[in-house]
């Protein structure tokens, strides 16, 4: 058994030891940063995708795949762009034994891959709304400490860019690329805020940025992903220009839409507990897994029911897992558990001869039911496992944010704060030095309970204009 650290007073500590005992991921590859994909933590990665892909295509984005490296060239044409990521960025100078004539950049995103291209898919007003996803990886030479799916160097990234014919269409791209996220984390059971970053932290080349951010405890709070309006600062250096109705020329405005790997790290730092991973079935390796267990008589019975339940569950489309190795039943519900699996099956002689298996649920739930109505009664228990486990996250999520009237209540603040901020950039800084970490932004789609406008801003103590921001420390 692995004793993990508590999540509540150490939680780095028992972040990497679940990610590690639930076998997500291998960090001893030679590159730091750059971490194994285990095959448990490749088939949760490959339905976190497959959700994405389904919410994607619904908006209306189409896929398409381009190469990971960038020329100097058309890495260089938006300034602001360049100096957000020249920090960051890995650089292939050499082909063999040659000197490139042009330096190459390993993309950190795509922006600059895609927009050349784009000037050439893009000529009249016909060619709009143009709308594409990628999933690839990206690579940013982080210098911080790294962690599995939540800081990394090689990141496994969606990334959606669309072009619209002008500011307001570009603008509904961006509530279009919110709602479909809104689907995502329902079936993540991830509740978030989206939270309008402040100017000085929006992306570079942004007109603003909108991030997606969710609390993980003790006022840390882990940013999901971010959806960007460019307006035209990438279409006018790119020239990605169109022709309208009436035969002018005009840049196209622009719109992104980043998901990483780091939805994995929230999934395991939301949903995980003292007995490790918890997995929502949607996004959950196996859904359901089977333990026959051992009988001095009849164990031919227990096997073939248990065979029988497996081939059922998978011709109904479920991802169910057979454990019928050598160790004792009680390492393999500890293991299970560990590995966050929503619905445990356990089938022994009494259950075989009744027709019957115990099912348990990853909360704790423990029930009986009947073959002969099997694939109807996984369907439910697993539905209600959901909800369950969404219901939790919510009471926990909106535990975690309290009100914060003024400097001196954030320091040391073990919550995510709401803060009355009047929008100067001075005051902004003065909220992140008292709580030692970062004025998130204005929240986008409401706050997380009821509360009344503020009355002052908490650095300065105006009183017109002021709104509600999110102060935290970002993991």
């Keep these: ?13 028992w972040y990497l030891a679940v990610v590690e005992a639930a076998d997500l991921s291998d960090k001893r590859y030679p590159v730091k940063g750059m971490n194994v994909w285990t095959p448990y933590g490749f088939l949760a990665r490959r339905n976190l995708d497959r959700v994405m892909v389904r919410e994607a295509e619904a908006s209306g984005a189409d896929p398409v795949e381009f190469p990971a490296l960038i020329p100097a060239t058309e890495f260089a044409k938006e300034k602001e762009h360049i100096q957000g990521f020249d920090a960051q960025v890995y650089w292939v100078t050499k082909g063999g034994l040659s000197e490139l004539d042009v330096p190459l950049v390993l993309r950190p995103t795509s922006e600059t891959a895609m927009y050349p291209i784009f000037a050439l898919w893009v000529r009249s007003h016909r060619d709009l709304p143009l709308a594409v996803y990628q999933i690839v990886n990206t690579f940013r030479y982080e210098t911080k400490t790294t962690r599995p799916f939540v800081r990394v160097r090689e990141i496994h990234f969606f990334e959606e860019h669309s072009c619209q014919v002008d500011e307001e269409r570009a603008t509904e791209r961006v509530r279009a690329n919110l709602a479909a996220f809104r689907r995502m984390a ?23 940025s909108v991030a997606l ?29 169109y022709e309208a109705a009436d035969g002018s020329q005009r840049p196209v405005h622009q719109t992104t839409f980043g998901l990483s790997e780091r939805l994995l790290g929230a999934i395991v730092a939301v949903h995980g507990d003292a007995r490790g991973a918890v997995f929502p079935s949607e996004i959950a390796p196996y859904e359901v ?8 008589e009849g164990g031919e019975a227990v096997d073939r029911t248990a065979t029988e339940i497996v081939e059922r569950l998978r011709r109904a489309g479920r991802r169910v897992h057979l454990d019928d190795g050598e160790e004792r039943p009680g390492a393999k519900y ?11 099956l356990e089938v022994g002689r009494r259950e075989a001869d009744g027709r019957r ?27 209600k496992f959901d909800t369950a486990l969404r219901e939790a996250a919510d009471r926990r999520f909106r535990a975690a944010f309290e009100v914060a009237a003024n400097l001196d209540e954030l320091r040391g603040s073990k919550s995510v704060r709401l803060v009355g901020w009047c929008g100067r950039e001075e005051c902004g800084h003065a909220v992140e030095q008292a709580i030692d970490g970062a004025l998130l932004g204005t929240p986008e789609e409401g706050l997380p309970f009821p509360l009344d406008p503020p009355t002052r801003c908490v650095a300065c103590g105006a009183t017109d204009p002021v709104r509600w921001a999110v102060a935290g420390q970002p993991l």
């Excluded at 329902?186 to 603003?208: M, N, Q, S, V």
């Excluded at 006022?219 to 990438?234: C, I, K």
């Excluded at 897994?289 to 001095?296: C, D, K, L």
């Design 213 to 241: 951010d969710a609390p993980v405890g003790e006022a840390r709070t882990l940013q999901l992903g971010s959806v960007h309006h460019y307006r035209e600062n990438f279409s006018i250096p790119y020239g990605i220009r």
């Design 357 to 383: 298996a115990t099912a348990v649920d990853r909360l704790g739930t423990k029930g009986t039911l009947s073959l002969e109505t099997l694939e109807a009664e996984v369907a439910d228990r697993l539905a």
């Design 289 to 296: 897994v089977v333990v026959p267990i051992p009988a001095a």
């Design 186 to 208: 329902t079936a993540f059971a991830l509740p978030y805020l989206a939270i309008r970053r402040p100017e000085w932290d929006k992306f570079a080349g942004a007109h603003y």
């Design 334 to 344: 500890y293991r299970w558990e560990l590995k966050g699996v929503p619905l445990r």
């Design 1 to 13: 058994m692995v004793d993990l650290p508590s999540k509540e007073t150490a939680f780095i500590d």
